[in-house]
């Protein structure tokens, strides 16, 4: 079965929301931990929300560079590294 890009797109928009939902909730956990990067992620989830409304390339530019600048502001140094893995839908 092919799926048509935009599905993909919508499907991939809403894993990125719920991804910084989670790293928001890990930042809340903590009294005032990266107060700018949570101000930044917030803006990404309403970046999300606009494109979500209908699909728009910008408001999901923007929310990237909300989550940069989250991530930014984190710290520097850190590194992931995640093993293959199928993502299914």
Sequence with gaps: MRYPVRLIQQKLVKLAD???VDAL???????????DAQGALDQARGAIAAARGGWNRHP??????CVRAADDALGS???FEI??????F
């Design 25 to 35: 909730a890990d930042l809340h956990d903590v009294v005032e931990l990266h107060s």
């Design 18 to 20: 719920a991804e910084i």
């Design 83 to 88: 093993g293959e893995a199928t993502l299914m």
């Design 77 to 79: 140094g850190m590194t």
């Design 60 to 65: 999901v530019s923007d929310a990237l560079v």
